[in-house]
């Protein structure tokens, strides 16, 4: 199993410019989860999702849109970057939700919005 | 609102000794606990959890304890390897909203 992937590895746009991060698992997890990690700060929950066709908010959505068509793909998207979402995207998915919380990352996205 | 912090940033640890990472959380409500390792370069990965309802769960070389009264949670690694230098973060959960609210880190350098 590759277990939680993610393309591309690193990226760098200019603002105003558009993107989608690619996530895909391979384990039939139902929920996955997009965050963003920046320094001295703990990982924020941008969007994430309990099943396929399903989408909901986290902490931090503005700026960003998700899709989930497939049950093994998760799509974030960056409809006009900004430099303030220059940061690290990781990807993460899980069984379910409670009572299980156990989430397998994957090895994360570098994005720098010049 | 709620958060999850860490006492240390940076911990520094002779190989071969034993560590003690940890973590005040401020939601008296959580449910349940996550330790995460994080190495350079690398997705965070699970290491041990532990739900409200224990005080102390035991992995291999790790275990969590959990101090409700205080609310303090720590991660204690035995044995300390060159593999274990990483950063770690602990996570609460709330089953009531079911999110992850991750602390900022500490840095475990082990020293040779």
């Known amino acids: 199993n590759a277990g939680v992937t993610q393309t591309p590895k690193f990226r760098v746009l200019k603002t105003g410019q558009s993107m989608t991060l690619l996530c895909a698992q391979d384990m039939n997890h139902e929920y996955m989860y997009w965050y963003r990690q920046d320094p001295g700060m703990g990982l924020r929950l941008i969007h994430y999702?309990?099943?396929?066709?399903?989408?909901a908010k986290g902490e931090v959505p503005d700026g960003y849109n998700v899709s989930r068509l497939k049950k093994q793909n998760f799509l974030l998207g960056l409809e006009s970057a900004a430099p303030s979402q220059t940061s690290v995207y990781f990807c993460?998915?899980?069984?379910?939700?409670?009572?299980?919380?156990?989430?397998?990352f994957g090895p994360g996205t570098r994005l720098t919005v010049t | 609102g709620e958060s999850v912090g860490l006492h240390l940033p940076t911990l520094s640890v002779q190989e071969g000794d034993n560590s003690i990472i940890n973590c005040a959380y401020s939601n008296s409500a959580s449910d349940y606990f996550i330790w995460y390792k994080q190495e350079s370069g690398k997705g965070p990965q699970f290491i041990i959890d532990i739900r409200s309802n224990m005080d102390k769960r035991q992995g291999q070389r790790v275990t969590v304890l959990l101090n409700k009264t205080v609310k303090h949670l720590s991660l204690q690694i035995a044995a300390t390897q060159p593999g274990d230098s990483a950063v770690y973060f602990c996570?609460?959960?709330?089953?009531?909203?079911?999110?992850?609210?991750f602390g900022t880190g500490t840095r475990l350098t082990i020293i040779p």
């Open positions: 996570a609460e959960i709330y089953f009531g909203n079911e999110k992850l609210t």
């Open positions: 993460a998915s899980s069984r379910q939700g409670a009572p299980s919380y156990e989430q397998y």
């Open positions: 999702s309990v099943g396929e066709g399903t989408t």
